[in-house]
Nanobody, 121 residues
Framework: QVQLVESGGGSVQPGDSLRLSCATSGTGFSISAMGWYRQAPGKPRELVAT???????DLSDFAKGRFTISMDNAKNTAILRMKILKSEDTGNYYC???????????????WGQGIQVTVST
């Protein structure tokens, strides 16, 4: 079924940049949207950015002006480019994909396992 592979996390200093990638694989579905969410210790998971298969983008306020999200030409990978990173950006980042499942004939979502982003001096 749907599999997600996340990459690009790590530890950086404030002001640095990171590129997160989420690659989907599998059969029996079509992608309707992809996105990234994050969760800081002791806080609920929150939206970072999403993008639909038609190109509609939603960015959280903290991401505007610093983060961008895109899909590759095959529309199976979501790229989150983050710049001017701050300590407040520290957290576990999760990829999410919304798909149309051909077998069940319904929409559902899938989560990646999460990757750590740490921004500190």
């Amino acid at each position: 079924q749907v599999q997600l592979v996340e990459s690009g996390g790590g530890s950086v200093q404030p002001g640095d940049s990171l590129r997160l990638s989420c690659a989907t694989s599998g059969t029996g579905f079509s992608i309707s949207a992809m996105g990234w969410y994050r969760q800081a210790p002791g806080k609920p998971r929150e939206l970072v950015a999403t993008i639909t298969d038609s190109g509609t983008i939603d960015l959280s306020d903290f991401a505007k002006g610093r983060f961008t999200i895109s899909m590759d030409n095959a529309k199976n990978t979501a790229i989150l480019r983050m710049k001017i990173l701050k300590s407040e950006d520290t957290g576990n980042y999760y990829c999410w994909v919304g798909v149309w499942d051909y077998s069940t004939r319904e929409y559902d979502g899938h989560w990646g396992q999460g990757i750590q982003v740490t921004v500190s001096t």
